[in-house]
C-alpha cells in the first residue's frame, strides 16, 4: 500500500515543484530607471546635433603683447569690465627704471638745447658787432669771415641739438607705450569668464593653449552647434530649431538663427593623444536664444534639433 | 479491468520500481541537461536582456555578437538621432578593461559606458547606492558577483574567502582611479566577468585611448513607430547595423549556436539520455510484460478483448511515465533550486516540460508498444502450456 501512494503522490509533488520552478524562474527582469529623461525631438524629421554655449562676441582669449611676469591681477572671475579697463598689470620695474633714463636723456638734450642758443647769442653779438663797423679797414676780412661763419656754426649746432631733443623725446614716447604695454586692457565690454594667471606667474606672449584670459560678452549668448557633414546637405538655416538642457530635458528654448560658418571644421574627437586624427567633419550653425528660458552656462553643452525635410522615400536627389 | 492491471503493475515492486527509476533518470537527464544548455545560451545575451529599455540597438555591420565591439564615431551618434521615428538615441561604451586590484592582480572586467546625463542602460538592480550616484567623480558602480569573488581583497588568511569589494573602496581601471559608489546586481554573462558600470565620458577615459569609442547606439523608438520599419531606415539613412533587442539577442545566440561546441555536447547528452531511458524502461517494461503473460493469457481465454488488454498495457505505461516524468522534472526543479546561488547556469521555461514530457511519453509509447504486440499475438493456450 505504501509503495501504491506514495511514488504518485511524489511525482505528483516533483511536477509541481518544477512548475513553480518555472513560473518563479522566468520572471521578466526589471527595466532600469531613467536617472533623467532623455530629449526628444519634437520634429518628425531633423536633424540632431550637439550644441555648445558661447558668448556672442566668442570667447576671447585675452593674450598679451610682452611677456613678462604678471604683477597684479585687477580682475576677478564673474567681474563686468567695460572697454579699456585694466585687467592684469606685467612687472614694469626693468621699463619704470628705462623711462629715467630716458627722462634724463631729454633734459640732457635741453640743456644743449640752452648751450647751443647761448653759443648762437655769443656769436651773433660778436658778428654784429663786427658787421657794425663801417669802415672796413677797422677789421680785417678774415676776422670779420671767422666771426660770421661761427654764427652760421653755431646756429646748425642749434638744430642738431633740437633734433637731439626730438630724438629723446621719442626715445622718452617709445618706452612709455611699452609702459603702456605692459598694463593688458579689455578689449570689449563683457564678463570675465576664465583667469588662469596669477601673481607671479609668467605670461607668455602669442596664442597659448590655455588662455590667459578669457572675456566675452555675456548680454546675448549662442549656441554652436555641430552638423556631420554628412548630414550638412540636408540642414536648412531657417528651419526651427529646439535646444534642450542635458539632465532635464523640461528646459527647452527654440534657438534663433545666427549665421552658419560657412568652413566645415574638422570635429574635435578629444581622445587626449598627442597626434589627433580627424574623425569626421562638421559644419557649425550659431543660433542664439532667450537666456531667461535656458540657465546654461557658457561652454555646456545642449541636445539641438534642427527640423529638416523628409527626403527619405523617394530615391531621386533631393535638388 | 483497470484495478487489476494496477494491481498487475504493483505487485512485483523491484520491476515497477526499475520501470519508474529509468523513466525518472530518462525524464531527469532530459530536462537537466537542456536546462542547464538553455542557461548557458541565455548568458550568452543576458546583456542585452538586462538592458530593458531600448527598442533598438544600432552597432557596426560587421559586429557578429555582443561582445564583438566594432566601436563607431562619435558623431553617428547624432546621424541616429536625427533618423525619423527615433524618440532618442544613447551612446553605450562596452569594452574589456583590466583592473589592477589591491594585491596586485589583474582582473579583466567589462567596463559599461552608459550615457553622462540619463544614465540610460544601467543595471537592472541596485542592492546599494543609487544609479544616480554614477554622477560623483570616478564614481563606478559594480555587480555584487564579481564584487564579492573576483574584484574582492584577497583574505587575511591564506585560502580563505575574499572580502567582498564594499562602497566607498577604490578600484584602478588602466591606472585610473575609481571608486565604487554602489553595487548591482546583473544575470550572470557567458564569460562570467565582472562588470563595472560607469558614465560613457568617464569610461572613455578608462578606455586605451582610441581614436572611435562608440560601441553601442541605444535607439527608442517613437509611440506608435514600427520597429522592423525603424531598423530599416536606420540601415539606410546611417549605413550601420540596427537590430530590434530580440534581433540581437538571436544573433548572439546564434553566434553561439554556430560557433562553439555548447550545442552539440549538450544534444549527445539529451539524446543519452533518452536512448538509455528508452533501453532501461522500454526492457524492464517489456520483461514485466513477459512475466504477466501468463495472466494476461488468463484474462484472453476468459474472453478478454483484445482491446482491453491493450488499455490495460497503456494504463499501465501512462501511470509508470507521468511518475517517472513527475519525479525527473521535481529533482530537476530541485537541482536547480539547490544550486541557484552557485555559479551554475540553469533556466527552466515552459517549453522544456513540455520537451521532457513529449521525450518520456515517446519512451513510454515504445515500450508499450513493443509489449502490446507480444500480448496481442499471444495464444490464450500458453496458459495451459506451462
Same mark, same amino acid.
Given at each position: 500500500?505504501?509503495?501504491?501512494?506514495?511514488?504518485?503522490?511524489?511525482?505528483?509533488?516533483?511536477?509541481?515543484?518544477?512548475?513553480?520552478?518555472?513560473?518563479?524562474? *522566468?520572471?521578466?527582469?526589471?527595466?532600469?530607471?531613467?536617472?533623467?529623461?532623455?530629449?526628444?525631438?519634437?520634429?518628425?524629421?531633423?536633424?540632431?546635433?550637439?550644441?555648445?554655449?558661447?558668448?556672442?562676441?566668442?570667447?576671447?582669449?585675452?593674450?598679451?603683447?610682452?611677456?613678462?611676469?604678471?604683477?597684479?591681477?585687477?580682475?576677478?572671475?564673474?567681474?563686468?569690465?567695460?572697454?579699456?579697463?585694466?585687467?592684469?598689470?606685467?612687472?614694469?620695474?626693468?621699463?619704470?627704471?628705462?623711462?629715467?633714463?630716458?627722462?634724463?636723456?631729454?633734459?640732457?638734450?635741453?640743456?644743449?638745447?640752452?648751450?647751443?642758443?647761448?653759443?648762437?647769442?655769443?656769436?651773433?653779438?660778436?658778428?654784429?658787432?663786427?658787421?657794425?663797423?663801417?669802415?672796413?679797414?677797422?677789421? %680785417?676780412?678774415?676776422?670779420?669771415?671767422?666771426?660770421?661763419?661761427?654764427?652760421?656754426?653755431?646756429?646748425?649746432?642749434?638744430? %642738431?641739438?633740437?633734433?637731439?631733443?626730438?630724438?629723446?623725446?621719442?626715445?622718452?614716447?617709445?618706452?612709455?607705450?611699452?609702459?603702456?604695454?605692459?598694463?593688458?586692457?579689455?578689449?570689449? *565690454?563683457?564678463?570675465?569668464?576664465?583667469?588662469?594667471?596669477?601673481?607671479?606667474?609668467?605670461?607668455?606672449?602669442?596664442?597659448?593653449?590655455?588662455?590667459?584670459?578669457?572675456?566675452?560678452?555675456?548680454?546675448?549668448?549662442?549656441?554652436?552647434?555641430?552638423?556631420?557633414?554628412?548630414?550638412?546637405?540636408?540642414?536648412?538655416? *531657417?528651419?526651427?530649431?529646439?535646444?534642450?538642457?542635458?539632465?532635464?530635458?523640461?528646459?527647452?528654448?527654440?534657438?534663433?538663427?545666427?549665421?552658419?560658418?560657412?568652413?566645415?571644421?574638422?570635429?574635435?574627437?578629444?581622445?587626449?593623444?598627442?597626434?589627433?586624427?580627424?574623425?569626421?567633419?562638421?559644419?557649425?550653425?550659431?543660433?542664439?536664444?532667450?537666456?531667461?528660458?535656458?540657465?546654461?552656462?557658457?561652454?555646456?553643452?545642449?541636445?539641438?534639433?534642427?527640423?529638416?525635410?523628409?527626403?527619405?522615400?523617394?530615391?531621386?536627389?533631393?535638388? | 479491468?483497470n484495478h487489476i492491471a494496477i494491481k498487475m503493475l504493483m505487485g512485483d515492486r523491484g520491476k515497477y520500481l526499475g520501470?519508474?527509476?529509468?523513466?525518472?533518470?530518462?525524464?531527469?537527464?532530459?530536462?537537466?541537461?537542456?536546462?542547464?544548455?538553455?542557461?548557458?545560451?541565455?548568458?550568452?545575451?543576458?546583456?542585452?536582456?538586462?538592458?530593458?529599455?531600448? /527598442?533598438?540597438?544600432?552597432?557596426?555591420?560587421?559586429?557578429?555578437?555582443?561582445?564583438?565591439?566594432?566601436?563607431?564615431?562619435?558623431?553617428?551618434?547624432?546621424?541616429?538621432?536625427?533618423?525619423?521615428?527615433?524618440?532618442?538615441?544613447?551612446?553605450?561604451?562596452?569594452?574589456?578593461?583590466?583592473?589592477?586590484?589591491? /594585491?596586485?592582480?589583474?582582473?579583466?572586467?567589462?567596463?559599461?559606458?552608459?550615457?553622462?546625463?540619463?544614465?540610460?542602460?544601467?543595471?537592472?538592480?541596485?542592492?546599494?547606492?543609487?544609479?544616480?550616484?554614477?554622477?560623483?567623480?570616478?564614481?563606478?558602480?559594480?555587480?555584487?558577483?564579481?564584487?564579492?569573488?573576483?574584484?574582492?581583497?584577497?583574505?587575511?588568511?591564506?585560502?580563505?574567502?575574499?572580502?567582498?569589494?564594499?562602497v566607498g573602496d577604490s578600484l584602478e581601471l588602466n591606472d585610473r582611479r575609481a571608486i565604487v559608489v554602489g553595487i548591482?546586481?546583473?544575470?550572470?554573462?557567458?564569460?562570467?566577468?565582472?562588470?563595472?558600470?560607469?558614465?560613457?565620458?568617464?569610461?572613455?577615459?578608462?578606455?586605451?585611448?582610441?581614436?572611435?569609442?562608440?560601441?553601442?547606439?541605444?535607439?527608442?523608438?517613437?509611440?506608435?513607430?514600427?520597429?522592423?520599419?525603424?531598423?530599416?531606415?536606420?540601415?539606410?539613412?546611417?549605413?550601420?547595423?540596427?537590430?530590434?533587442?530580440?534581433?540581437?539577442?538571436?544573433?548572439?545566440?546564434?553566434?553561439?549556436?554556430?560557433?562553439?561546441?555548447?550545442?552539440?555536447?549538450?544534444?549527445?547528452?539529451?539524446?543519452?539520455?533518452?536512448?538509455?531511458?528508452?533501453?532501461?524502461?522500454?526492457?524492464?517494461?517489456?520483461?514485466?510484460?513477459?512475466?504477466?503473460?501468463?495472466?494476461?493469457?488468463?484474462?484472453?481465454?476468459?474472453?478478454?478483448?483484445?482491446?482491453?488488454?491493450?488499455?490495460?498495457?497503456?494504463?499501465?505505461?501512462?501511470?509508470?511515465?507521468?511518475?517517472?516524468?513527475?519525479?525527473?522534472?521535481?529533482?530537476?526543479?530541485?537541482?536547480?533550486?539547490?544550486?541557484?546561488?552557485?555559479?551554475?547556469?540553469?533556466?527552466?521555461?515552459?517549453?522544456?516540460?513540455?520537451?521532457?514530457?513529449?521525450?518520456?511519453?515517446?519512451?513510454?509509447?515504445?515500450?508499450?508498444?513493443?509489449?502490446?504486440?507480444?500480448?496481442?499475438?499471444?495464444?490464450?493456450?500458453?496458459?495451459?502450456?506451462?
Amino acid at each position: 500500500m505504501q509503495v501504491k501512494y506514495t511514488l504518485p503522490i511524489l511525482a505528483a509533488a516533483g511536477f509541481l515543484f518544477a512548475a513553480y520552478t518555472v513560473i518563479n524562474s *522566468n520572471k521578466p527582469i526589471p527595466v532600469a530607471p531613467v536617472v533623467a529623461p532623455p530629449a526628444s525631438a519634437p520634429f518628425t524629421s531633423f536633424i540632431a546635433g550637439s550644441g555648445i554655449v558661447e558668448a556672442k562676441s566668442q570667447n576671447i582669449a585675452i593674450g598679451t603683447p610682452l611677456s613678462g611676469i604678471v604683477k597684479t591681477v585687477a580682475i576677478k572671475v564673474g567681474d563686468k569690465v567695460k572697454v579699456g579697463a585694466p585687467l592684469f598689470y606685467l612687472d614694469d620695474r626693468d621699463t619704470r627704471a628705462e623711462l629715467a633714463v630716458k627722462r634724463a636723456d631729454l633734459a640732457k638734450a635741453r640743456a644743449g638745447v640752452n648751450e647751443a642758443k647761448a653759443s648762437v647769442r655769443d656769436t651773433q653779438s660778436l658778428s654784429a658787432l663786427a658787421e657794425a663797423i663801417t669802415d672796413r679797414r677797422a677789421i %680785417s676780412s678774415e676776422e670779420l669771415l671767422r666771426r660770421r661763419n661761427a654764427l652760421l656754426i653755431n646756429t646748425t649746432k642749434l638744430g %642738431s641739438a633740437e633734433a637731439l631733443v626730438q630724438q629723446a623725446e621719442a626715445a622718452l614716447t617709445t618706452t612709455q607705450t611699452t609702459l603702456a604695454r605692459l598694463v593688458v586692457q579689455a578689449p570689449i *565690454n563683457g564678463e570675465v569668464l576664465q583667469v588662469n594667471i596669477r601673481p607671479g606667474e609668467f605670461a607668455q606672449a602669442g596664442a597659448l593653449n590655455t588662455p590667459l584670459l578669457v572675456l566675452g560678452n555675456m548680454e546675448q549668448l549662442h549656441v554652436r552647434v555641430d552638423i556631420d557633414e554628412n548630414d550638412a546637405w540636408r540642414f536648412d538655416q *531657417n528651419s526651427k530649431a529646439v535646444a534642450f538642457l542635458r539632465g532635464n530635458p523640461n528646459f527647452k528654448t527654440d534657438l534663433i538663427p545666427a549665421y552658419v560658418e560657412p568652413y566645415v571644421v574638422p570635429k574635435k574627437s578629444l581622445t587626449g593623444d598627442s597626434s589627433e586624427q580627424v574623425d569626421t567633419r562638421v559644419l557649425q550653425a550659431l543660433y542664439s536664444f532667450d537666456r531667461n528660458q535656458l540657465p546654461v552656462y557658457v561652454g555646456q553643452q545642449l541636445d539641438v534639433f534642427i527640423e529638416a525635410r523628409d527626403y527619405s522615400g523617394d530615391g531621386r536627389p533631393p535638388l | 479491468m483497470n484495478h487489476i492491471a494496477i494491481k498487475m503493475l504493483m505487485g512485483d515492486r523491484g520491476k515497477y520500481l526499475g520501470i519508474v527509476m529509468g523513466l525518472t533518470f530518462a525524464s531527469l537527464i532530459m530536462t537537466q541537461q537542456p536546462a542547464i544548455f538553455l542557461g548557458l545560451m541565455s548568458r550568452s545575451y543576458s546583456f542585452i536582456s538586462d538592458v530593458g529599455l531600448p /527598442d533598438i540597438w544600432v552597432m557596426d555591420e560587421k559586429v557578429q555578437f555582443v561582445d564583438d565591439i566594432k566601436p563607431l564615431q562619435d558623431t553617428e551618434l547624432y546621424r541616429v538621432r536625427g533618423v525619423s521615428g527615433v524618440e532618442w538615441a544613447m551612446p553605450m561604451y562596452k569594452g574589456l578593461l583590466k583592473a589592477r586590484l589591491a /594585491d596586485g592582480t589583474f582582473q579583466t572586467c567589462n567596463v559599461v559606458g552608459l550615457d553622462d546625463a540619463t544614465l540610460i542602460g544601467g543595471p537592472p538592480v541596485m542592492l546599494e547606492g543609487r544609479l544616480e550616484d554614477l554622477r560623483r567623480s570616478d564614481g563606478v558602480i559594480v555587480d555584487i558577483d564579481g564584487a564579492r569573488d573576483k574584484l574582492g581583497k584577497p583574505s587575511p588568511m591564506s585560502g580563505g574567502k575574499p572580502i567582498a569589494l564594499k562602497v566607498g573602496d577604490s578600484l584602478e581601471l588602466n591606472d585610473r582611479r575609481a571608486i565604487v559608489v554602489g553595487i548591482a546586481k546583473v544575470t550572470r554573462t557567458f564569460q562570467s566577468q565582472p562588470v563595472v558600470y560607469t558614465t560613457y565620458s568617464r569610461a572613455k577615459n578608462y578606455a586605451p585611448k582610441e581614436r572611435k569609442l562608440l560601441s553601442f547606439v541605444l535607439v527608442k523608438a517613437k509611440p506608435g513607430q514600427d520597429l522592423a520599419e525603424l531598423t530599416r531606415r536606420i540601415r539606410a539613412t546611417t549605413g550601420l547595423a540596427a537590430y530590434t533587442r530580440e534581433e540581437f539577442m538571436s544573433l548572439t545566440y546564434e553566434y553561439f549556436m554556430r560557433n562553439t561546441g555548447i550545442p552539440i555536447n549538450f544534444g549527445i547528452s539529451v539524446l543519452l539520455g533518452f536512448i538509455v531511458g528508452a533501453a532501461i524502461a522500454g526492457q524492464t517494461f517489456y520483461n514485466f510484460t513477459l512475466e504477466n503473460l501468463r495472466q494476461f493469457g488468463v484474462l484472453k481465454a476468459m474472453g478478454t478483448s483484445n482491446w482491453t488488454l491493450l488499455r490495460m498495457i497503456l494504463l499501465q505505461a501512462v501511470l509508470v511515465g507521468t511518475i517517472g516524468y513527475g519525479l525527473g522534472v521535481g529533482l530537476t526543479a530541485l537541482f536547480g533550486y539547490s544550486m541557484r546561488h552557485t555559479i551554475l547556469a540553469f533556466k527552466f521555461p515552459w517549453q522544456l516540460l513540455l520537451f521532457s514530457g513529449a521525450g518520456v511519453s515517446l519512451i513510454c509509447v515504445f515500450a508499450a508498444l513493443i509489449s502490446i504486440l507480444k500480448v496481442i499475438r499471444l495464444e490464450p493456450a500458453i496458459v495451459f502450456k506451462g
